[in-house]
């Protein structure tokens, strides 16, 4: 079996190993210092300045999206949304639950975030901007640098979820200004589930975290950043997450960001090639490195997919609703060779000559 979905992905042998593995106990200084190396390979990967921190979260990605929303956001903020797609959506049913006011740039389909959109929002009272710089339900990656310069302009907190899209496609934490990202194991990162990463800058732990109430126990980054002055969180964390994390980190930071970008990069344009060669195409909008979606004209996705799977194993993303007949996504993230792209547009192309 092979995955060829954006997470869990295809894991590499190191984590799996990792995995196999007794537990350490971690209230000691041996587990400290793997929390101090993650954090600081982390923060020098992303360009992250020195009075920035990192929050661990033993949770899924969703939790750090949440935890975000009420550590640095009350109801006297009003937050502008980009909402193209499911995740999108995930931030504003996170911002009603928690009566945080917002506005949205709501996307149709196979529509492009430009500058447009932006200019027509009002801006009247707007104190931050939400965004999931790569769209996994869509596959767009939303243009970092003009919501960086927006916010710049407009005096807005950036706060950005990366998770599919941190090592797949560039990312400069200090570069674009960006108040808070967040990053959740099971994507890119190619480890399991369950842990959640939130980086802060020093200006929103100073003017935001430290002020506002959370009103939350287990999320509050206070308490989290507190902890971490010691290489410590303030409960159980997903311990061996952490080992496998900072056996990834230690990896990442040995090749460098820019190569890690481009790997992804090439296999992604590999097979975005490959896809035309067999006549299926993908969407015209900004794609992310992270992933592919195919787009079926014969309304079969959902078919092909399931041949995918009980015939040769291989595991793409399924898109829901009305969209299950119309596309499926496949991922470049985690454990992927050029080899696989062949693998797999073989296996499509075969299926789609049976029928
Ligand atoms: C996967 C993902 C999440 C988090 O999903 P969880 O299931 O909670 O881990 C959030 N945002 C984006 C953009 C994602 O791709």
Redesign the pocket.
């Known amino acids: 079996m092979k995955l060829f979905t954006?997470?869990p992905v295809e894991m590499f042998d190191d984590q799996m190993n990792i995995g196999g593995q007794q537990v350490p106990y971690f209230r000691n200084d041996e587990f400290s210092k793997v929390v101090f190396d993650c954090k600081n390979n982390l923060k020098k990967l992303i360009n992250a300045g020195e009075k920035d921190d990192v929050i661990f979260l033993t949770?899924?990605?969703?939790?750090?999206?949440e935890a975000t929303v009420i550590n640095c956001f009350t109801p006297e903020d009003k937050v502008l949304i980009i909402n193209g797609g499911t995740?999108g959506q995930?931030f504003v049913d996170i911002c009603q639950i928690h009566r945080i006011p917002f506005v949205e740039i709501k996307l149709c389909e196979n529509e492009t975030l430009t500058q447009r959109h932006l200019d027509n929002i009002d801006k009247n009272g707007l104190t931050g901007l939400l965004v999931?710089?790569?769209?996994?339900?869509t596959g767009q990656l939303y243009n970092i640098e003009m919501l960086s310069q927006y916010c710049d302009k407009n005096g807005l907190i950036f706060v950005v979820?990366?998770?599919?899209?941190m090592f797949a496609d560039s990312f400069d934490f200090s570069k674009y200004n960006v108040d808070a990202v967040?990053v959740?194991s099971?994507?890119a990162l190619a480890l399991a589930?369950g842990l959640?990463i939130v980086v802060v800058s020093q200006q929103m732990i100073e003017k935001r975290i430290n002020v506002i109430d959370s009103h939350s126990m287990y999320l509050d980054f206070k308490e989290h950043l507190k902890n971490g002055l010691r290489g410590q969180t303030p409960f159980t964390p997903a311990v061996r997450l952490i080992y496998e994390l900072q056996n990834r980190l230690q990896y990442l930071s040995s090749i460098g960001m820019e190569q890690q970008v481009k790997n992804t990069e090439t296999i992604a344009l590999d097979f975005r090639n490959k896809l035309t060669n067999i006549g299926l195409k993908y969407p015209c909008y900004p794609l992310s490195n992270a992933e592919t979606v195919v787009l079926f004209p014969q309304l079969n996705a959902d078919v092909v997919g399931n041949h995918l799977k009980d015939d040769y194993g291989y595991i793409i993303n399924p898109n829901g609703g009305d969209k299950a007949k119309k596309m499926f996504r496949v991922a470049h993230i985690g454990n992927h060779t050029l080899e696989d792209n062949d693998l797999l547009i073989d296996a499509i192309k075969e299926i789609m000559n049976n029928k």
């Not at 949770?59 to 999206?65: D, I, K, L, Q, V």
Request: no cysteine.
């Open positions: 954006v997470g949770a899924s990605g969703t939790a750090a999206m995740f995930r999931n710089i790569h769209e996994t339900s979820d990366a998770i599919s899209s967040i959740s099971q994507k589930p959640a």
